[in-house]
């Protein structure tokens, strides 16, 4: 009862698993009252407040995170993932490229860097960054993450056909091992597949993706499509059906 890391893990438990947000968020108040110094604490209060739809003060309590913590790498992207959701771009970049200076070998802090240069409209940048990416190697080439964000780039580079390809990769991918489908998202909305957009949030739902709580922060990867809005409001709301479910049975 007294252990802040306990009280955090059980919040992430909550948010991530359960998606209760409520008793989410009520863990980690209380991890924060017993240790206001945990970095780990404020990092996860900050992915309860963003999953509340508080994403100003969820950037607030991540910003605490980084500075208890500067040097930790899953800080340091959700800090350039909640610039990019806050479109924040003048933030983001900088941000961005320290990261990578201090983590050059990590790949998601690469992804954001692409990210941000395609929502910038700088193709150059963003192929020279996809180039530095697959160039690390079969763990991040074979990634089934990684693997639909390159035919997501192909399909922003004129090569539509190879994400078309790249989608039907990824399908047979899932009988031999996990997909996660929040990742498959951005792909089906690029080639403009309205259906297998449809079939991969329910899979995200049904599989109970970790990512799934935080669709809505992700409107900004999807150029304000208003369907893909739509889709997105909706799969929000089903995690609150979720979770009401499991505290009223």
């Known amino acids: 009862p007294g252990s802040a890391e306990a009280h955090t893990a059980l919040g992430a ?11 989410a968020a009520r863990e980690l108040h209380t991890a924060l009252a017993i240790n206001p110094g945990s970095a780990w604490a404020h990092h996860w209060m900050a992915h309860a407040l963003e999953a509340q739809g508080r994403l100003p003060e969820a950037m607030t309590e991540m910003k605490k995170a980084l500075e208890m913590d500067p040097l930790s790498i899953p800080v340091n992207w959700d800090v350039g993932t909640e ?8 933030e983001a970049l900088p941000h961005i490229n320290k990261s990578l200076e201090l983590f050059p070998a990590v790949p998601l802090i690469a992804f954001e860097k692409a990210e941000l240069s395609y929502m910038l409209g700088d193709q150059a940048a963003a192929r020279a960054t996809v180039a530095k990416l697959k160039g690390m190697g079969p763990e991040v080439t074979e990634d089934p993450f990684f693997l639909a964000f390159f035919g997501t780039a192909a399909v922003r580079d004129g090569r539509r056909q190879e994400g078309i390809e790249t989608l039907k990769r990824l399908e047979a991918l899932r009988r031999t091992r996990y997909v996660e489908p929040i990742g498959v998202l951005e792909l089906c909305a690029e ?6 957009l449809q079939v ?3 899979r995200a739902f049904e599989e109970r993706s970790s990512m799934y709580l935080y669709l809505p922060l992700m409107k900004a990867w999807f150029r304000d499509d208003p369907e893909v809005d739509v889709l997105i409001t ?3 709301a089903r995690t609150q059906a979720v979770a009401a479910a499991i ?3």
């Open 247 to 249: 505290i009223h049975p």
């Open 13 to 23: 438990v909550e948010l991530d698993y359960v998606w209760d947000r409520e008793a």
């Open 200 to 202: 991969w949030l329910d």
């Open 83 to 90: 610039l990019l959701a806050a479109r924040r771009y003048g």
């Open 191 to 196: 080639i403009n597949d309205r259906k297998a």
């Open 234 to 236: 909706n799969a929000a």
